[in-house]
């Protein structure tokens, strides 16, 4: 059974750079998407971007700038950075695989900015 | 960019009841490529529907999903008491995948 973890630090400081990973266990990263949400506190989902395990990503247009997700094969790992973060950032960041839907989500991971 | 408008925002109901959720998108949406997603508080989403009217793996046949072009519907036939939540539809079609802002389905 595929199981999805995020982790990375749970407080980043205004203008630095977000930084999460996802690990993928009991299962391959190879020919899947792979996914990045996001969910303010008290509000709705927000898709960031996606990667395919070839490295292929596609970004919000809204975070397009300033968002980078790139995949290690090796590790089963995808990773999300997002540079330049404000307060407008902190949400609780989701990772997920796509299989004609976001059929495996992890727990999620909160991420405060803040000075 | 695709933008999805969920209504009602919120929908009060009772157990036993019929739910509709509707999800209407700002152009049509290629191939029906749009997914219903269920989440419950301090929970992560649960695939619910995808291709508009294809139920995931293990999901009830309580829901059914239907539509195409811009307007899509979410059916709940007859309402558990585990079935309130927030709904969300979700459409892969487009440039860049987009959400609804959410139905929240209340007893």
């Known amino acids: 059974q595929v199981q999805l973890q995020e982790s990375g630090p749970g407080l980043v400081r205004p203008s630095e750079t977000l930084s999460l990973t996802c690990t993928v266990s009991?299962?391959?990263?190879?020919?899947?998407?792979w996914a990045w949400i996001r969910q303010p506190p008290g509000k709705g989902l927000e898709f960031v971007g996606h990667i395919y395990y070839n490295g292929i990503t596609n970004y919000s247009p809204s975070l397009n700038s300033r968002v980078t997700i790139s995949v290690d094969t090796s590790k089963n790992q995808f990773s999300l950075k997002l540079n330049s973060v404000t307060a407008a950032d902190t949400a609780l960041y989701y990772c997920?695989?796509?299989?004609?839907?976001?059929?495996?989500w992890g727990k999620g991971t909160t991420v405060t900015v803040s000075s | 960019e695709i933008v999805l408008t969920q209504s009602p925002g919120t929908l009060s109901l009772s157990p036993g009841d019929r739910a509709t959720l509707s999800c209407r998108a700002s152009q049509s949406v290629p191939n029906s490529y749009l997914v219903w997603y269920q989440q419950k508080p301090g929970q992560a989403p649960r695939l619910l529907i995808y291709?508009?009217?294809r139920r995931a793996t293990g999901i009830p046949d309580r829901f059914s999903g239907s539509g195409s072009g811009t307007d899509f519907t979410l059916t709940i036939s007859r309402l558990e008491p585990e079935d309130f939540a927030v709904y969300y539809c979700?459409?892969?079609?487009?440039?860049?995948?987009?959400f609804g802002q959410g139905t929240k389905l209340e007893i």
């Open positions: 291709r508009a009217s």
């Open positions: 979700q459409q892969h079609g487009g440039s860049s995948w987009t």
């Open positions: 997920a695989r796509w299989n004609e839907g976001m059929d495996v």
């Open positions: 009991g299962g391959s990263i190879i020919n899947y998407y």
